[in-house]
């Protein structure tokens, strides 16, 4: 499974654009990259997944660049309630259990 | 998307006793949960595989004499910490994969505080 490194903490203002870069160097073929959230005492929520290029839905956009060697979620103008945890994982296979890293902690401040 | 529901979200057990936790898939089957493990402020650890019909598969440093997985239908598996202790006390969340994607619907969790 390959490893991700994203940073522990960001912090952020109501309404602003935040990028969270995750790195994952030994990223395989088959492998996807999937973002989750985690709000305290709640279980993950599936926020975005992509392969390559560029993904966006109605929370998030993922930006994946040719090498697939590292990932951005970018959130558009956040709001207190987007405070969590966010996870960058990179999954393989179906059905296969995720490997979690520390996550990036965002804070959002008024 | 899928819906995952764990019983009880909270509990509260006097040390030495047992305590079991469900996790239910609602609206789809699973053949394999997975249970994971949450300290404060820490990241999420798999401590075990559950497998509809067969043992469960355990991550290396867990009892598994200790933490009891019985996964008896495709919609329900149980954790069951035997004989707790305070150092048991976490955030325990399970998870059912979408066997057709990468998607994992996580349940909402259980704290167990051990006294």
């Known amino acids: 499974l390959a490893k991700t490194t994203q940073p522990i903490s960001m912090d952020s203002y109501e309404g602003q654009e935040v990028n969270i870069t995750c790195s994952h160097n030994?990223?395989?073929?088959?492998?996807?990259i999937t973002w989750y959230q985690q709000f305290p005492s709640q279980g993950p929520r599936f926020i975005i997944q992509?392969?390559?290029t560029k993904v966006t839905n109605e929370v998030a956009s993922l930006f994946i660049p040719a090498d697939r060697k590292s990932s951005t979620l970018s959130l558009p103008r956040v709001s207190l309630s987007d405070t969590a945890v966010y996870y960058c994982?990179?999954?393989?296979?179906?059905?296969?259990?995720?490997?979690f890293g520390p996550g990036t902690r965002l804070s959002v401040l008024p | 998307g899928a819906v995952v529901s764990q019983h009880p979200s909270w509990v509260i057990c006097k040390s030495g006793t047992s305590v079991k936790i469900e996790c239910r898939s609602l609206?789809?089957?699973?053949?394999?949960m997975f249970w994971y493990r949450q300290f404060p402020k820490q990241s999420l650890m798999l401590m075990a595989t559950?497998?509809?019909?067969?043992?469960?598969?355990?991550e290396q440093g867990v009892e598994k004499d200790k933490f009891l997985i019985n996964h008896a239908s495709l919609t329900l598996s149980t954790l069951t910490v035997t004989s707790a202790h305070p150092e048991d006390s976490s955030f325990y969340i399970c998870?059912?994969?979408?066997?057709?994607?990468?998607?994992?619907?996580f349940g909402p969790g259980t704290r167990l505080t051990v006294t």
């Open positions: 998870s059912a994969p979408d066997t057709r994607s990468y998607e994992q619907y």
């Open positions: 030994n990223i395989a073929t088959n492998d996807y």
């Open positions: 992509g392969y390559k």
């Open positions: 994982l990179v999954v393989g296979n179906y059905g296969q259990n995720f490997v």
């Open positions: 609206d789809f089957q699973a053949t394999t």
């Open positions: 559950s497998n509809e019909g067969s043992k469960a598969t355990y």
